[in-house]
Nanobody, 113 residues
């Protein structure tokens, strides 16, 4: 399964964005899906994950501001990002947490101060 991310853009600090990730195939059997972000020169870091039951977990830096969700029927994973900060500026990717060997194009999020 491959993933295609969209929804990024330029937003002022305090603003919101909703990222969308569409899978090329079924995601129903994928136990945990995640949103990652990558800063220049770094590897992607997991910021939010959601399992098949809808249980979610978050990196401390985004807790209370980001919400991850999945719609298996639509083969889609979402990341609602509120109260954005300049330090959230990064390229965002989604992936199968257990099998993250292949990455999509990502979507750039830029938060201005």
């Amino acid at each position: 399964v491959e993933f295609a991310e969209s929804g990024g853009g330029l937003v002022q600090a305090g603003g919101s964005l909703r990222l969308t990730c569409i899978a090329s195939g079924s995601i129903s059997e994928i136990y945990a899906l995640g949103w990652y972000r990558q800063f220049p020169g770094k590897r992607p870091d997991l910021v939010a994950g959601v399992n098949r039951n809808g249980d979610a977990d978050y990196h401390n830096s985004v807790k209370g501001r980001f919400t991850i969700s999945r719609d298996n029927a639509k083969k889609t994973v979402f990341l609602q990002m509120n109260s954005l900060k300049p330090e959230d500026t990064a390229v965002y990717y989604c992936n199968d947490i257990a099998h993250d060997e292949v990455w999509g194009q990502g979507t750039q999020v830029t938060v201005s101060s």
